[in-house]
């Protein structure tokens, strides 16, 4: 079976992106950081989506944006025309004022309501299907080439990153670990039984230089020769037998329904700011090179839960070194979205007389916040206004010049234009809001680890490899399951739940994630 090696589509109709939709309209910090990251400075990658389509919450970013502006300029406009009457003689003072008042309160008041009519409308949950529409409104700020651009690189299987840590996008680190195993031929049954043990009675396990000694204590243990394999070779195994025992094999109900299991490819994506041109991203067709600009290929294994809200992605990277192989699981885990999000699913179904009513009274007791608001807020929309607007800033740190005549000046500057976070990231907490996710990202991580780990074993056994190294090494990362490994959390620092700062405990010959200081 030749597995399907392109990533799925992104969800636009997932339960996420529905959420995330709502929150552009219900916190204003997050509409802006989403029209930054994804418009605003559109130099920069946009990041994989997980579960979740970009494109429709940038839409509705913009679209809450325009409500806001449109509010803005109908009140700015109306109060010159109204200042120009009492400059005037037309109006007297307290006409102006009166007129003032009342156009507030309309801009308010409509703005209310549109956004009221859209969440309620458009972005309520769903009854009677299983997804919202995957419709969003337009705006001249979002064209074809920024679509075409977020489309292709949120889903793209080459990961162009920024900073430090490469799985951008996939939220916070919640376990991880590294092996390294000798590949050591199968020992051969030997000819004398009465010189030696025999294989099924089980022998010394070999030393490094591939010899053991026998149970009376001299003779040298004769093994069969390896069949070749590469680190292609056992990510393809890994990704067929994945795919094929989680959710093709099992029967419906047993399956992991939203289950991807996919190879990408991540990279630091540099480019210099005098000439505008990209670096060599990739560089020459090398597993694993060990350069500062080198890719590295992981095979991503996803499981989508709780509609979309409780992604928890796993990523396996093999790399062979003479007669070693080293194995890495990094597990990361996206947690629910903030609960603020979750308003629109409490707004009731229709507006209707009463509730206006109560909007308009709310209106007149906000009203003189929101003007002072509106007139004196220094966090303004950050949209380009014209072609070339979007200045791109220096962000990689520049090397100290130590140089004898300063020549650093004249060095090109370099611009990191990778992904730094995704639009997903930006709006969750890392904490769970309910005891069955935690346990449900748990879970998940232990199912894929498990099937790794003998998918790995089998492989090795195909191609002569003794296994009895992988076998004891297969125990030991499980029963970290069963240990103080068992209470995970997001970083080492953030507490999940109402546990207290939970780490993953003192583990040894397991290598875990550090970050420079």
């Known amino acids: ?237 890994v990704q067929q037998r994945m795919l094929k025992e989680l959710k093709e094999t099992p029967r419906p109900a047993d399956r992991v329904q939203l289950l991807s299991v996919e190879r990408r490819r991540f990279t630091k994506a540099e480019r210099f700011l005098d000439t505008g041109e990209p670096e060599d991203f990739d560089g020459p067709d090398e597993h694993w090179r060990e350069d500062y600009d080198a890719g590295r290929e992981y095979l991503c294994v996803r499981i989508g839960a709780w509609q979309q809200e409780l992604v928890t992605t796993v990523f396996v990277g093999f790399d062979i070194k003479g007669t070693t192989l080293h194995t890495e699981f990094y597990t990361y885990v996206l947690a629910p979205i903030t609960q603020s999000f979750r308003l629109v699913d409490r707004l009731p179904e229709r507006i209707d007389g009463a509730l206006m009513c109560r909007i308009a009274w709310h209106v007149v007791r906000s009203a003189p916040g929101e003007l002072l608001g509106l007139a004196f807020n220094p966090l303004k929309e950050r949209l380009p206004r014209k072609v070339g607007s979007d200045t791109v800033k220096v962000e990689v740190a520049q090397p100290t010049d130590h140089s004898e005549f300063g020549l650093g000046r004249y060095a090109h500057q370099v611009v990191d234009c990778g992904a730094r976070a995704s639009v997903r990231e930006l709006a969750t907490p890392n904490v769970f809001h309910h005891f069955f996710q935690e346990s449900d990202a748990r879970k998940y991580t232990q199912i894929v680890e498990r099937h790794l780990l003998q998918i790995i074993g089998d492989f090795l056994h195909d191609h002569d490899v003794d296994t009895r190294e992988h076998e004891a090494n297969q125990t030991n990362i499980l029963q970290q399951n069963f240990g103080a490994n068992s209470n995970n959390n997001f970083g080492g620092t953030q507490s999940v739940g109402n546990r207290g700062n939970q780490t993953f405990g003192n583990n040894s010959g397991i290598t875990r994630e550090r970050r420079p200081a």
């Open 1 to 237: 079976m030749t597995a399907d090696n392109s990533p799925p589509p992104p969800d636009a109709t997932s339960n996420a992106t529905r959420l995330l939709c709502a929150g552009t309209y219900l916190d204003p910090l997050y509409r802006k950081a989403v029209i930054r990251e994804l418009l605003t400075h559109r130099y920069r990658v946009v990041a994989p989506s997980y579960g979740y389509d970009a494109v429709p919450v940038l839409a509705h970013a913009l679209a809450a944006a325009g409500l806001r502006r449109q509010q803005v300029l109908t009140l700015a406009g109306g109060a010159v025309l109204i200042l120009t009457g009492s400059v005037t003689g037309l109006l007297d003072f307290l006409v102006a004022s009166l007129l003032f008042g009342w156009l507030a309160w309309a801009t308010m008041f409509l703005r209310r309501l549109a956004v009221l009519r859209m969440l309620t409308r458009h972005l309520a949950p769903p009854q009677d299907r299983p997804g919202f529409g995957a419709g969003y409104p337009r705006s001249r700020h979002l064209t074809s080439a920024i679509v075409r651009k977020i489309s292709a690189e949120q889903n793209s299987d080459t990961v162009y990153y920024g900073g430090y840590k490469p799985f951008v996008g996939a939220g916070q680190l919640w376990r991880s670990w590294s092996n390294a195993e000798l590949l050591i031929g199968v020992p051969e049954k030997p000819a004398n039984p009465f010189g030696q043990a025999l294989f099924e009675g089980g022998l010394p396990l070999p030393r490094q230089n591939g010899s053991a000694d026998d149970a009376s204590g001299g003779g040298e243990v004769r093994r069969r020769a390896i069949v070749p394999f590469t680190a292609a070779d056992i990510t393809d195994r």
